[in-house]
């Protein structure tokens, strides 16, 4: 299953996310994604503190999401990349994300380097770009018995190909749910104003990984920013991502969940592709 909330993108046994599974899946804001050791997570202590405004601000949006049949948003973020020499280089990302619920969605992730991953799901069939100076490719399966839903696709492609797409853990029914598990802390750390609006702010800690999560106030409790460190990586890399032009419950064309190929774009193997953006 997908990783939760990560906000990264690529091969999880290459990345050091696959080192565990876990039981539920998730919506969020948003990796993907089992990146955190299920298994094991689920013997261990949890010692820190447990803030009860804090885990009711994370289980209240949880439960919008869940509740929310249709969203779309756009969001940008930032990475850190460890080069050869050391040295931490900040590499930008913006995205763009429509979804149904409980079968369809569309997302593209454009890098600061030029290139472009889409990827759409009617039901039926997965359908990944992905695209840039050096020309575009693209990939396409169809959703076995039993993976014909949002979570169902998901999971069978970090399990078949051991990979988490961008943005997906916001695509998942239950982030909480999934979360509740492998969740060591959670502290409240105030209100706090993220683009004009007033937030929650929360210190979440994971196994290999510490998160801070912004939680809309009000009615409406949508992520407006969400930030962690791998700690278990050599380099700890840094992620944040903003969610802006948040819609819940729009009406989307169905055009838009249904997959035309570039023109002159070279079709490859699924697990072709994958390896091949990953690699990047």
Known sequence: MAGPLTMREGSAMGSGLGRGRLVGCCLMVVACLVFFAGGALAEEKKTGVM????????KRMSQHLKNTKALSFTTSGLREVAEASGIK???SRTGIVAMQRPNRFYSQVLGDGGRKKQA???GETLSITVSGVEGAQYAQIAAPEGAKTIDGILDHLMDEYDYVLQLGDLFYSDVYGMLEDVLLSAVHLGRKLVG?????HLSLEFAGADAQLWVQEGDHPIPCRWAFTLRDEPSEPLFVSSFDSWVSNPSIDAARFRFVAPAGATKMEMKDLLAQASAR
Request: charged residues 25%; contains cysteine; aromatic residues 16%.
């Open 51 to 58: 803030d009860p405004q804090a885990v009711d601000a994370f």
């Open 120 to 122: 759409w799901f009617d």
């Open 89 to 91: 280089v900040l590499r």
């Open 196 to 200: 004009g609006r007033p937030c929650h």
